[in-house]
């Protein structure tokens, strides 16, 4: 293997299990900053030793191990008493005992650091969306341009809210530790919106060679499900789950053989989950139950209900969805939102109908580096026989994305305008 699949692979690694590797470090440290930085020294010393000494059977223990050295030597130097220092490596290994409390925390026989460290650093001494974005670089395994597309934000401006977030946890002495059953509300806004981000970036993703990184689906809903355990009876953690469980039951369909984009109108729908889909439909129901109904994570989860039930292409009940689209952007404005409601305007009405709602949305700043924008008037401008405009739009698109599948999609469908 030479040298560039040997970075890759370990990047790709990386990308999975640095998340764990600082959820784990975090407990020890009690910071998540000098966590992150013990952890990018383990990713270094692999970077200069795999490539020579070759990868190790499990990269992950290797990994674990190594941070678990570099945590205790971190530890071991700013401590002042020897009693703390014997009892480090115990900690690492072993759940702390019970205590008076424990019924009313996140108990650790939950079994999962990073949840219990997404509830720690969604702390509200933060602004919600440092918050957000803090998690999602260290625990989402996101990198800083996938977070600015997440916000619709540039890098810069995300970057600085990362580091400013870090050094507020450090100054305000903020302790790391579980929150107690009352402070859950406080923070689950956040951890929800970790999640979904993490989900979204898994299911359509920022760049790189795949179209999709099921890892991250799948541990987006692993956490849901984990959460709808801990908290039954909160309506938005079952309308997130419902809109993941429901995503998610497409993604087989979602490629080809060659891992090319396949467009939701061309699927074959006989690869869709169809477990899967009853259990977002079920967690829909359950949303609904307990008040969910226009909540913003149900109503994402009814849309996609919309075309799960849906066995053709054309017995999509498109008018429900401009409904739904139309309601969301009440509870949450969105220029996104907004894109996907013109989408579904054209299937439901007519291109000629949801062209002027998309060229309405091309000088909004927050769109101007978003892909799918020109992608979308690409595509209206396609059927209503606008063919010159339409590849120039294809092109647009093509030119903004980063990811090697959609920038190829893109390129094709402005060629076919000819």
């Given amino acids: 293997m030479d040298l560039t699949a040997i970075h890759r692979s370990i990047d790709a690694l990386w990308r999975m299990e640095s998340p764990r590797l600082i959820a784990r470090v975090t407990r020890i440290v009690g910071d998540v900053g000098v966590a992150e930085e013990l952890a990018q020294d383990v990713l270094l010393t692999a970077l200069e030793q795999w490539p020579d000494k070759g990868m190790p059977d499990s990269p992950a223990a290797w990994w674990m191990t190594a941070a678990k050295h570099r945590a205790i030597d971190h530890v071991r130097q700013r401590q002042r008493h020897?009693?703390?220092?014997?009892?480090?490596?115990?900690?690492?290994?072993?759940?702390?005992?019970?205590?008076?409390?424990?019924?009313?925390?996140?108990?650790?026989?939950?079994?999962?650091?990073?949840?219990?460290?997404?509830?720690?650093?969604?702390?509200?001494?933060?602004?919600?969306?440092?918050?957000?974005?803090?998690?999602?670089?260290?625990?989402?395994?996101?990198?800083?341009?996938?977070?600015?597309?997440?916000?619709?934000?540039?890098?810069?401006?995300?970057?600085?809210?990362?580091?400013?977030?870090?050094?507020?946890?450090?100054?305000?002495?903020?302790?790391?530790?579980?929150?107690?059953?009352?402070?859950?509300?406080?923070?689950?806004?956040?951890?929800?919106?970790?999640?979904?981000?993490?989900?979204?970036?898994?299911?359509?993703?920022?760049?790189?060679?795949?179209?999709?990184?099921?890892?991250?689906?799948?541990?987006?809903?692993?956490?849901?499900?984990?959460?709808?355990?801990?908290?039954?009876?909160?309506?938005?953690?079952?309308?997130?789950?419902?809109?993941?469980?429901?995503?998610?039951?497409?993604?087989?369909?979602?490629?080809?053989?060659?891992?090319?984009?396949?467009?939701?109108?061309?699927?074959?729908?006989?690869?869709?989950?169809?477990?899967?889909?009853?259990?977002?439909?079920?967690?829909?129901?359950?949303?609904?139950?307990?008040?969910?109904?226009?909540?913003?994570?149900?109503?994402?989860?009814?849309?996609?209900?919309?075309?799960?039930?849906?066995?053709?292409?054309?017995?999509?009940d498109w008018q429900r969805i401009v409904a739904l689209y139309s309601q969301l952007a009440q509870v949450t404005p969105s220029p996104i939102v907004e894109l996907n409601r013109a989408v579904a305007v054209a299937q439901a009405e007519g291109a000629a109908a949801a062209l002027p709602l998309v060229q309405a949305l091309i000088g909004d700043d927050a769109l101007k580096d978003y892909p799918h924008l020109p992608a979308v008037h690409g595509d209206l401008l396609q059927q209503l026989g606008r063919l010159q405009e339409a590849r120039a739009a294809f092109e647009s698109a093509a030119a903004l994305t980063r990811n090697q599948q959609e920038r190829q999609l893109m390129l094709a469908r402005a060629q076919a305008c000819g």
């Fill in 82 to 316: 020897q009693q703390k220092q014997t009892a480090l490596s115990y900690e690492w290994d072993m759940q702390t005992q019970p205590g008076p409390d424990d019924d009313d925390r996140l108990q650790d026989d939950v079994g999962d650091d990073l949840l219990r460290l997404m509830f720690i650093s969604c702390h509200p001494v933060l602004p919600l969306e440092a918050r957000v974005a803090l998690t999602l670089r260290l625990l989402g395994g996101l990198g800083t341009d996938e977070i600015a597309r997440a916000f619709l934000q540039s890098e810069p401006t995300v970057a600085q809210r990362i580091v400013r977030a870090k050094k507020t946890l450090a100054q305000k002495q903020v302790a790391f530790e579980v929150p107690r059953k009352a402070e859950w509300e406080q923070r689950l806004d956040a951890v929800l919106q970790v999640i979904y981000l993490v989900f979204n970036e898994g299911y359509s993703a920022t760049s790189g060679e795949d179209w999709l990184r099921p890892a991250l689906c799948e541990e987006a809903l692993r956490l849901g499900r984990v959460l709808a355990g801990l908290l039954p009876h909160s309506s938005e953690v079952h309308g997130l789950l419902a809109l993941m469980e429901l995503q998610a039951s497409r993604n087989k369909a979602r490629v080809d053989a060659e891992g090319r984009p396949v467009l939701l109108l061309q699927q074959d729908r006989a690869r869709w989950d169809q477990l899967q889909i009853q259990r977002g439909l079920g967690a829909l129901d359950r949303a609904v139950e307990l008040g969910g109904a226009r909540q913003p994570y149900a109503l994402q989860a009814a849309i996609a209900a919309c075309h799960a039930r849906a066995r053709q292409p054309q017995q999509t």
